[in-house]
């Protein structure tokens, strides 16, 4: 797991833990945090999009990037429900 990804259980209230090869490992998870650690996960990628789609130096390309971060951002929003 990469340290952001622990960030975000930990925002979550989810507890993490060193397993015996030094990799971080989910102890507790359950119900609502859980749910919510899904919902942070997905609004760091629709955060992904935006960055793209906000990138200037992506201006020169027709729309392409910034439409298709757009989309890309709603497609994630829709598919995990995220409000």
């Known amino acids: 797991m990469n340290k ?5 259980a930990q925002l ?6 060193l397993d ?15 749910e919510y650690f899904a919902q942070l ?10 960055k793209v789609e ?3 130096e992506l201006s020169d390309y ?3 990037f910034r439409d298709g971060a ?3 951002k709603q ?3 829709e598919h995990f429900g995220v409000k």
Request: charged share 30%; hydrophobic share 30%.
């Open 70 to 72: 757009m989309l890309c």
């Open 20 to 34: 015996d090869y030094g990799e971080v490992r989910i102890s507790t998870a359950y119900g609502s945090s859980l």
């Open 41 to 50: 996960i997905a609004k760091e990628c629709m955060s992904i999009c935006s």
């Open 12 to 17: 979550a209230g989810i507890e993490t833990e």
């Open 4 to 8: 952001r990804i622990q960030e975000i």
């Open 75 to 77: 497609e994630i929003k």
């Open 62 to 64: 027709t729309g392409g």
């Open 54 to 56: 906000e990138d200037d």
